[in-house]
């Protein structure tokens, strides 16, 4: 089993930034692939950015050119700088990973973009 704990969320203002992370523990050789997901009220949880074992990036239209996702896989996390904030990104924020035996996903934090 893989365990995925995120961290970072808060509140900002629109155009500030945030850094959310995600630690990963258990059977984390089996991942091949990591990113995040986010959720508003009312709405499906939609795809926001993905990175792969061998570093290869990926993003959801609207958030390219102000997030970005990193890894440190010597501390096991994964990362999402979030700039120029709008409040259109208030969501919950997820962290997902995906092995052979299946996806896994964090408890989720909240990221509120209001002035």
């Known amino acids: 089993q893989v365990r995925l704990v995120e961290s970072g969320g808060g509140l900002v203002q629109p155009g500030g930034s945030l850094r959310l992370s995600c630690a990963a523990s258990g059977s984390i050789f089996s991942i091949t692939d990591m990113g995040w997901y986010r959720q508003a009220p009312g709405k499906r949880r939609d795809f926001v950015a993905r990175?792969?074992?061998?570093?290869?990036?990926n993003y959801e239209d609207s958030v390219k050119g102000r997030f970005t996702i990193s890894r440190d896989n010597n501390q096991n996390t994964l990362y999402l700088q979030m700039n120029s904030l709008k409040p259109e990104d208030t969501a919950v924020y997820y962290c997902?990973?995906?092995?052979?035996?299946?996806?896994?996903w964090g408890q989720g934090t909240q990221v509120t973009v209001s002035s």
């Open positions: 990175i792969s074992r061998s570093g290869s990036t």
């Open positions: 997902f990973g995906n092995s052979p035996q299946g996806s896994y």
